[in-house]
Each structure stands twice: as C-alpha cells, then as structure tokens.
C-alpha cells in the first residue's frame, strides 16, 4: 500500500516547454487534488476532481489542465511552462462521505523553469 | 487575498515549552478546520481536525481551539519536542473540496 505517489521527484524545464505531472493514489478514494506550494503562500489548490469523470478548478487554475484517467490517476499538465510555475507541486487524495475528510498528500514534485 | 491567516511565520520554543499557533478565517462557510504538520523534502500529513460545533479538540500533546464568534482557532502543542520541529499549516474548507491553506509556521523546538 504506497499512498499517493508522484513522478517526477524533480524537474527543469525551459521557458515554453510541457510536461506532464503524474499522480496515482491505491486508496480507491474518490476525490483528488492538486496544490503548489511556494514560500510564504503555504499550499493554494490548482484543480481537484471529486469523483472520476469530474475535474474543477481550484484558487490558481491559469496556465495549467488536468485529467483524471481514471480512479487512480489524475495528473496535471503545464503545456507552456512560465518561471512563476516554478514551485513545488503536491498532489493529494480522499475518500469521500461524512468522517472521511482526511486528504493524503504525495511526497510532491520539485519543478522548476528557467 | 489569503482566506486564512496564519501567525507566527515562526516561532522557536524550548523543549517541554508551549507552542502555540493562531489562524483566522474570513468565510463563515467554512465547515472542517485541519492542522497540517509538513517536514523538509516531505508531504503535509494531517495532525488533527476539528469542525465548528465543538470549540475544543485534543489528541495527545496536540489541541485545537475554535473560536466560531472570532473566527478563529489555534493549535496549541504542550510539551514541545525537537522531533516536533516542523512546517505547520492551519487549513479551512467548505465541504472539504475547495481547501484554503495559511501561510505556514516553521516551528523550531530546542533541546
């Protein structure tokens, strides 16, 4: 039972370049996020997808889509990488139905754009 | 504009000391209030949680207190220990989808 996992760990991009985040959970919670994280700002939410099928934007959706592939896996991309999309990226999961609020962050990717 | 304000950015607390952490929150929607304890190179991982009908919550060495009038609520850990030495981060939700986290509090206890 790994969690919610994450690739890559780490990542440089260029200015203009994509890339795509990769996020899978072994929980079979319903409910899953992404967040980034950046000094001073704590972790501000991207999209989240409340069940497969569904995906909505979160505080700072601009310059990034998702996609939940199915169940498990929701990933995020950046088609045009900007340096302010430098950050740390956290993706999370939860089960869903009352006393099941606990979100489960992965170990984060660490991205940055040059 | 940040929806939940989190203070200290810091604190430093000797070991077997209090350390205490305030947040305050703007939408009176907001329903589930989670504390979040994040080490370097690491995820947050849920601490403890509270929802606005109680106005006290304590798991071991670990208490939350909610303020629903002020809106406000502080996690207080009694005892501090170096291995608590961490990132802190009040959150804040509405049905627990749309989570809005604090700034954070880097917490350094000393032996």
């Known amino acids: 039972n790994a969690g919610v996992t994450q690739t890559p760990k780490f990542q440089v991009l260029k200015t203009g370049q994509s890339m795509t985040l990769q996020c899978a959970q072994d929980?079979?919670?319903?409910?899953m996020y992404w967040y980034r994280q950046d000094p001073g700002m704590g972790l501000r939410l991207i999209y989240y997808?409340?069940?497969?099928?569904?995906?909505d934007k979160g505080e700072v959706p601009n310059g990034y889509n998702v996609s939940r592939l199915n169940k498990r896996e929701f990933s995020l991309r950046l088609e045009s990488a900007a340096p302010s999309q430098t950050s740390v990226y956290f993706c999370?999961?939860?089960?869903?139905?009352?006393?099941?609020?606990?979100?489960?962050f992965g170990p984060g990717t660490r991205l940055t754009v040059l | 504009q940040q929806q939940v304000k989190q203070s200290p950015q810091s604190l430093i607390v000797q070991k077997g000391g209090i350390s205490i952490i305030n947040c305050a929150y703007e939408?009176?929607?907001?329903?589930?209030f989670p504390w979040y304890q994040q080490f370097p190179g690491k995820g947050p991982a849920l601490l403890i949680a509270?929802?606005?009908?109680?106005s006290e919550k304590k798991e071991g060495r670990f208490t939350i207190s909610f303020n629903k009038s002020a809106k406000q609520f502080s996690l207080h850990i009694m005892d501090s220990q170096p291995g608590d030495s961490a990132t802190y981060f009040c959150?804040?939700?509405?049905?627990?989808?749309?989570?809005?986290f604090g700034a954070g509090t880097r917490l350094t206890v000393k032996p």
């Open positions: 509270i929802r606005p009908d109680v």
């Open positions: 999370a999961s939860r089960a869903s139905g009352r006393g099941t609020d606990t979100q489960y």
């Open positions: 997808s409340a069940s497969e099928g569904t995906t």
């Open positions: 939408n009176t929607a907001f329903d589930y």
């Open positions: 959150a804040a939700s509405e049905k627990n989808n749309d989570m809005r």
């Open positions: 929980m079979n919670h319903n409910s």
